[in-house]
T-cell receptor, first 116, second 116 residues
Framework: GAGVSQSPRYKVAKRGQDVALRCDPISGHVSLFWYQQALGQGPEFLTYFQNEAQLDKSGLPSDRFFAERPEGSVSTLKIQRTQQEDSAVYLC??????????????FGPGTRLTVL | GQQLNQSPQSMFIQEGEDVSMNCTSSSIFNTWLWYKQDPGEGPVLLIALYKAGELTSNGRLTAQFGITRKDSFLNISASIPSDVGIYFCAGQGGNAGGTSYGKLTFGQGTILTVHP
């Protein structure tokens, strides 16, 4: 497709369950970002990949959060033993990295995670 | 996590009115951006500002990058019903833990409602 896609769009999990959220970036985009958006708030940075390398995971809230991008394209954000405070929209964004300080990030529609 | 201070939190206006919203930070940013987010979608870039003092227009939208690099404003002229949505400012780079790959720090958002 032409844009960033994410799946599933909605996920309901029972507390303690593991979940996996998928992001398909725009083809050819080197950079991939994950953000977490709590209800009524702006997105907050979680982690960054340049190709398959995870260069920054400083925003991951706990060691229950894990992200990977093994082949430098599709990325998966995994949350283990989900808790109610994990309920949020998880946004993926990609950009064409050219070494400049700024390249436009294109966002997917997000996955809305609700933990009961 | 760090977020920018965005105001107002919400606005209710009549179609045809002008709108102004702003964003401040205690940290310096190299780039300021303004996004719009519709329900169930990811943020979409409206305007990007690259230089302190820069004033940029995109149709009915005008935004400025503050001279101190710690603030920005967005104006919307002659509002129309499709302007409804949530507007976010975002900063990139600078001394707020900035990096060469461009992770974004967002404001809390301004909810805009336009009455026909």
């Amino acid at each position: 497709g032409a844009g960033v896609s994410q799946s599933p769009r909605y996920k309901v999990a029972k507390r303690g369950q593991d979940v996996a959220l998928r992001c398909d970036p725009i083809s050819g985009h080197v950079s991939l970002f994950w953000y977490q958006q709590a209800l009524g708030q702006g997105p907050e940075f979680l982690t960054y990949f340049q190709n398959e390398a995870q260069l920054d995971k400083s925003g991951l809230p706990s060691d229950r959060f894990f992200a990977e991008r093994p082949e430098g394209s599709v990325s998966t954000l995994k949350i283990q033993r989900t808790q109610q405070e994990d309920s949020a929209v998880y946004l993926c964004a990609s950009s064409f990295y050219s070494g400049r300080a700024y390249n436009e990030q294109f966002f997917g529609p997000g996955t809305r995670l609700t933990v009961l | 996590g760090q977020q920018l201070n965005q105001s107002p939190q919400s606005m209710f206006i009549q179609e045809g009115e002008d709108v102004s919203m702003n964003c401040t930070s205690s940290s310096i940013f190299n780039t300021w951006l303004w996004y719009k987010q519709d329900p169930g979608e990811g943020p979409v870039l409206l305007i990007a500002l690259y230089k302190a003092g820069e004033l940029t227009s995109n149709g009915r939208l005008t935004a400025q990058f503050g001279i101190t690099r710690k603030d920005s404003f967005l104006n919307i002229s002659a509002s129309i019903p499709s302007d409804v949505g949530i507007y976010f400012c975002a900063g990139q780079g600078g001394n707020a833990g900035g990096t060469s790959y461009g992770k974004l720090t967002f404001g809390q958002g301004t909810i805009l409602t336009v009455h026909p």
